[in-house]
């Protein structure tokens, strides 16, 4: 079995910086991409950013040059560094992988279960 485990969220007050661990677990031969998902209440589950194994990036809009993802492949976990937080970035934040496993063929995509990121004006 794969498991995914986010830490790190909490309640802070807007412009300040929280870094989010999503730390894979288990049977994992290799990851590749690894993203960081956030849910708003009633609002649909959307990217907020993606990193390759090679460490390329990709962002949403919205949290351009406040937030960074980076990633240690030799501890299998993933971090988001978020700066100047808003109000509008209070939501759930959950990370996914696309990951090998040593236990079957292929590729899956495992999840974390969340964590709470609170955000007050």
């Known amino acids: 079995q794969v498991q995914l485990v986010e830490s790190g969220g909490g309640l802070v007050q807007a412009g300040g910086s929280l870094r989010l661990t999503c730390e894979a677990s288990?049977?994992?031969?290799?990851?590749?991409?690894m993203r960081w998902m956030r849910q708003a209440p009633g609002k649909q589950r959307d990217l907020v950013a993606i990193?390759?194994?090679?460490?390329?990036?990709m962002y949403e809009d919205s949290v351009k040059g406040r937030f960074t993802i980076s990633r240690d492949n030799a501890k299998n976990t993933v971090y988001l560094q978020m700066n100047s937080l808003k109000p509008e970035d209070t939501a759930v934040y959950s990370c996914?992988?696309?990951?090998?496993?040593?236990?079957?063929?292929?590729?899956?995509?495992?999840w974390g279960q969340g964590t709470q990121v609170t955000v007050s004006s």
């Open positions: 996914n992988a696309d990951i090998y496993s040593t236990l079957n063929s292929g590729r899956s995509t495992y």
């Open positions: 288990g049977s994992i031969f290799s990851i590749d991409s």
């Open positions: 990193i390759s194994r090679t460490g390329s990036t």
